[in-house]
């Protein structure tokens, strides 16, 4: 079982920059796979980014590619997303998700946090 819990959220201007944190409870964090997702109210989830459990694969949205990174620093049970150039429709509820053994890609993730909310005003 893992929990996770997002922080890092926040209003901000467009242009502007902000760091997602998801810190992960319970062991063997380096053995998930990591994702960030999003969603707007009435939309669906969408894939934003992910990194693999070794950490040496991740993968982008077309959307966010060049501006936003993940990382993940294992001795702290932590995954991060940079967020860099933030634009309006970057605005939305943000998740990390984690998956057992899992690679960087989009689907099969087990658990799911509670999301932060990213704001981003023109």
């Known amino acids: 079982q893992v929990q996770l819990v997002e922080t890092g959220g926040g209003m901000v201007q467009a242009g502007g920059s902000l760091r997602l944190s998801c810190a992960a409870s319970g062991r063997e964090f380096s053995s998930y796979g990591m994702g960030w997702f999003r969603q707007v109210p009435g939309t669906e989830r969408k894939f934003v980014a992910a990194i693999s459990y070794s950490g040496r694969s991740t993968a982008y949205a077309d959307s966010v590619k060049g501006r936003f990174t993940i990382s993940r620093e294992n001795a702290k049970n932590t995954v991060y997303l940079q967020m860099n150039s933030l634009k309006p429709e970057d605005t939305a509820v943000y998740y990390c998700?984690?998956?057992?053994?899992?690679?960087?890609?989009?689907?099969?993730?087990?658990?799911w946090g509670q999301g932060t909310q990213v704001t981003v005003s023109s």
């Open positions: 998700a984690a998956k057992f053994a899992g690679q960087a890609t989009m689907g099969g993730y087990d658990y």
